[in-house]
């Protein structure tokens, strides 16, 4: 993208002039690649110092026509990388657009440096009407409870300090959003003396925490004394590495694994230690393995007591040992849930689990020979890629996973993302970048912007990107193709549309089985349909090549060929699939 968006001149300010230019020159000193906005007037200083300070190089500017995508094209970025870039949203305004993503980011712990603006401060600087209404006190008070850290400078020397601090913040694990307020009166005024900026190495995040000698002894004890251990692998790192100690530590201990299609690959789903398919609920099949173990090692597993509660509300009394490892509880708050239910643990590990298994492997293998896995058959738990009985007439949400699967071979890919009617047991996860995750928050609009973000971050790394996103969450976040096209960011989206809200319609089900009405009712107020929506069109407007609505795999077969050779060339591409609505693994209802 060098040669995109350049300004008119190349000539550039030797001198920082002005207080924004601090600020566009922390994000280079602290290698910023990067930063999404939609323009406003309330960092117009800061954009012109992007521009003409720093001659929109290092970082580069992608332009985007929402804020929701402004912050989830961060958030994708971050989900390969494991490292923030900056994102701009305008005022309060613009703020209060961008909250979901942001939201999202934070469920999902992702690294985000988010700047924004208000004001100006100053009441005598303010023009009539439009600076009072997008001036705000303590702006970041619409976000604090779902960030790690914010700040309003008052100075330039506060610029360089503020944003120091919400980098180290935000890449100190665990990981989440950050957010620094640039007043517009700041901003624009102009530097009465030079400002120093050290070297930002001296000002790097923490190692993430490791375990004790004595948590290590205790843990590999427990380990020693199992005859069933399972390990659930959550978080983890997109480190080649850790990925592979994850596995020898598994095959050392002969322990079964679970992982969950929530978090980003983290152990090879073909691996025969792997116990079941990932899923967003557990199956029969992996809820005994839970039973039949007697030692539960979570590995920041997401929800640990929810995994529990899905075999037996009392889950203080699970006969097995549990051990939980995590830093999570670093950022859990009064506000929002996102800490789950509190899960029981024989022994709580304040450590980041990558770390603490590169710890705790040499321990065990030092202790003892490497063990079989006693209750594995040897072979993969994953499904062949068998199509629907009807597939020459129709497409099941399944189908869409075997077509992927089939597609790719032992090629690269990265699953940027996937909906709720993902089955999970035919496309496996080989390696760290295989697959990128849920969203976090479950914000509809997210997975375009998350697609855009994690083909920035793969752009010319020879990987595929792929992405299978519901229709409404598609419709909701399709302004986020325009960015895609405009600056060639490839990737191939697939629309599983199955003209609904399926999901509530599911719940409207599932309250009038409880108040014995009527279920046929179910879809009154949820179906997209009466008139059809035009998603191929749509993405064309974006500028995006687009087919569909394919109403058949051996259709879609052949357009997901179409759209792999366009991905080769360096655009994106899009399919609406028309889906039989349904999901492989239903939705869990309140009441059921």
Not at 61 to 79: N, P
Not at 477 to 482: M, N, T
Not at 557 to 577: C, H, M, S
Request: aromatic share 8%; charged share 20%; net charge negative.
């Amino acid at each position: 993208m060098k040669d995109l968006d350049r300004p008119a001149t190349s000539a550039v300010p030797n001198d920082m002039g002005w207080a924004s230019d601090v600020a566009a020159e922390m994000l280079r000193k602290l290698d910023i690649k990067y930063v999404s906005l939609n323009p406003g007037a309330s960092y117009r200083g800061f954009h012109d110092s992007l521009v003409n300070y720093l001659g929109n190089s290092a970082p580069q500017m992608l332009l985007c026509l929402h804020e929701d995508h402004v912050v989830s094209i961060a958030h994708g970025y971050a989900k390969v990388t494991d490292q923030p870039m900056a994102c701009v949203l305008h005022s309060n305004v613009g703020l209060m657009h961008g909250l979901m993503g942001i939201f999202n980011a934070w469920c999902d712990r992702m690294p985000i440096l988010a700047l924004g603006a208000t004001g100006p401060v100053a009441a005598d600087k303010r023009r009539p009407w439009i600076d009072w209404i997008h001036t705000a006190k303590d702006q970041g008070a619409l976000l604090r409870d779902f960030t790690k850290w914010d700040d309003e400078p008052r100075s330039p020397e506060a610029i360089v300090e503020g944003m120091l601090k919400a980098y180290q913040m935000a890449t100190t694990r665990p990981y989440g959003p950050v957010y620094v307020c640039l007043d517009a009166g700041l901003q624009e005024s102009k530097l009465e003396r030079s400002v120093a900026i050290p070297d930002p190495a001296r000002f790097r995040s923490p190692a993430a925490p490791s375990a004790s000698e004595v948590q290590l002894a205790e843990l590999a004890d427990m380990i020693a004394a199992a005859k069933n251990p399972l390990f659930v692998f959550g978080r983890g790192s997109r480190k080649q590495e850790d990925w592979d100690r994850r596995i020898a530590l598994a095959e050392h201990t002969g322990a079964m694994v679970l992982t969950s299609i929530r978090e980003r690959s983290v152990f090879p789903l073909e691996h025969p230690q792997h116990a079941i398919p990932p899923a967003y609920w557990l199956s029969p099949k992996a809820k005994e393995v839970v039973k039949g173990s007697d030692l539960v090692v979570s590995f920041d597993w997401v929800d640990l007591n929810g995994l529990f509660l899905q075999i037996s509300r009392k889950t203080a009394d699970t006969a097995a040992k549990i051990v939980h490892i995590s830093l999570d509880q670093a950022l859990h708050n009064g506000w929002s849930m996102d800490y789950f239910s509190l899960p029981p643990a024989d022994l709580p590990i304040n450590a980041d689990p990558d770390v603490l298994i590169a710890q705790l492997l040499p321990v065990l293998q030092k202790r003892f020979a490497k063990r079989p896995a006693t209750r594995s058959s040897g072979k993969s738990t994953m499904s062949p890629p068998v199509y629907s009985a009807k597939s020459a007439t129709e497409i099941m949400p399944r189908d869409v996973e075997i077509a992927l699967q089939l597609a790719r071979g032992d090629r690269k890919f990265s699953l940027a993302h996937t909906n709720i009617g993902w089955g999970g047991d035919v496309y496996a996860f080989r390696d760290p970048l295989d697959f990128l995750g849920h969203d976090g928050g479950a914000g509809l609009a997210a997975g375009p912007g998350i697609t855009v973000g994690v083909s920035l971050a793969l752009k010319d790394s020879g990987r595929p990107v792929v992405s299978v996103l519901g229709d409404g969450d598609f419709m909701q976040g399709v302004s986020a193709l325009w960015t895609a096209a405009h600056y060639s960011l490839p990737a191939l989206y697939i629309v599983s549309n199955n003209r609904s809200n399926f999901n509530d319609e599911l719940h409207q089900e599932a309250v009038a089985k409880i108040r014995s009405r009527p279920v046929e009712n179910r879809w009154i107020g949820q179906r997209i349909d009466g008139p059809e929506l035009d998603f191929a069109g749509l993405a064309r407007a974006q500028g995006v090549e687009a087919e569909g609505p394919v109403k058949n795999v051996p259709d879609l077969e052949a357009a997901i060929q179409r759209g792999l050779k366009i991905v080769e060339q360096g655009r994106p591409y899009l399919i609406d699939a028309h889906v039989v609505p349904g999901y492989a693994t239903p939705p869990l209802a309140r009441g059921e």
